[in-house]
């Protein structure tokens, strides 16, 4: 008689099968399973179950990126079903707003300030925690300032200029801005590390470093950017942070928006992630970005290119590796199981495609004559 376990193993094994994987096989991307009540944590808890489980050596990969990437690439995910609990968060997060002024503070105490050595040696030299654009790039470094030259000739800066930097990280933005283009910029994060990191790297330059919310911003600029801060804001804030942005910005002013996206509408992010990575995150759709600046801005340009988040998320994990025991001191070994866990799940999001990255130029009123895309 087939006992319980065998079902759930006979039924997981023939769901992750359809992806091209195999349980105990001997492709790099075939999962390794060590305990026998793997089957029944990940049918009952979904990605949290399988998230933790790794984290807690029930199971292994040697390619994570590819047992995701072959997963999400087969739309694995829908042909689970959500337990009562995670049905019950996805109500409630359609009519709750978990990012308030006091719930978003969150975020940069449990993610952006575990530690400014971890980013130093995860990030490139300038710390961009962003896409970088491998357009014509080899590595990180020419990658990301590949992006930051990118941003700033979308938004064609002149020197004189005053820009405000929404969730301005360690700076990187502002410096390369003030620096090169010769604009002056006011910069606001919610992390005290990316704060203080920030005013020193900055110090000497026009740029004012604000540990300060969005929604509490003041003032005109000529431009205003946001560089993968959009994914906290989440979708009962949309409306407000775009009149924000409407009403900081000059009448002939560009605002640049960078963010991941998300291919389907949702109201809450991967359940695993918003526990150990990214409190109360959620990616927007086109749909939602689209009803959030109905009314307040014209689209000048889309550009999306989210197969870049893979290298950049594949360096990002070579570079936290490779210098995992300078850091180590400071971690323990489920930090270094979930952080490569994170790295790489997302980059199989981004090769699956099931992620994107875009680049959204938005004026008040129309660039007369057209606005000219730069790629």
């Known amino acids: 008689m087939e006992t319980s376990l065998t079902k759930t193993k006979h039924f997981f094994a023939e769901l992750v099968q359809a992806a091209g994987i ?17 089957y029944d944590r990940i049918l009952q808890e979904n990605s949290i179950g399988l998230g933790e489980s790794y984290m807690d050596h029930w199971w292994d990969c040697n390619k ?59 990030l490139d030299h300038r710390l961009n925690y962003t896409c970088g654009y491998w357009k014509n790039a080899a590595d990180l470094e020419t990658a990301q300032l590949a992006k930051l030259k ?87 804030n949309y409306c407000h942070f775009m009149t924000l942005v409407h009403r900081c910005l000059a009448e002939e002013g560009l605002f640049l928006l960078h963010t ?51 290298k950049t998320l594949m360096a990002w994990h070579q570079n936290f590796n490779q210098h995992w025991e300078e850091i180590k001191i400071h971690y323990d070994d489920r930090f270094f199981r979930m952080w490569n866990y994170y790295l790489l799940q997302c980059a199989g999001g981004f090769r699956s495609r099931s992620m994107q990255l875009w680049q959204i130029v938005l004026s008040k009123k129309g660039i007369l004559g057209g606005y000219q895309s730069i790629r």
Request: with cysteine; charged share 20%; glycine share 8%.
């Open 22 to 38: 195999t349980i105990n096989g001997n492709n790099p991307w075939d999962i390794q399973i060590h305990h026998p009540a793997f």
């Open 150 to 236: 990118l941003v700033c000739d979308k938004l064609a800066l002149q020197p004189g200029m005053r820009v405000l930097d929404i969730g301005c990280g360690w700076g990187s933005f502002a410096k390369y801005a003030a620096i090169q283009y010769g604009v002056s910029v006011v910069g606001v994060t919610i992390s005290e590390q990316q704060c203080l990191y920030a005013k020193e790297s900055c110090q000497g330059l026009p740029i004012e470093i604000r540990f300060q919310d969005y929604r509490d911003v003041q003032g005109t600029f000529d431009r205003i950017v946001s560089l993968g801060m959009f994914e906290h804001v989440g979708h009962l």
């Open 64 to 122: 994570l990126d590819e047992f995701f990437y072959r997963l999400l690439r087969a739309n694995l995910d829908s042909k689970t079903k959500p337990n009562a609990r995670l049905l019950i968060k996805l109500m409630l997060a359609r009519f709750i707003n978990f990012q308030t002024k006091y719930k978003s503070l969150r975020v940069g105490k449990q993610h952006y300030d575990i530690g400014n050595s971890l980013f130093e040696r995860m």
């Open 260 to 310: 991941i996206g998300s291919n389907k509408t949702l109201f809450k992010a991967d359940e695993w992630i918003s526990k150990y990575i990214f409190p109360s995150g959620m990616l927007p759709s086109i749909s939602q970005i689209g009803k959030s600046i109905e009314g307040l801005f014209i689209m000048e340009d889309w550009h999306n290119f989210g197969a870049d988040y893979d």
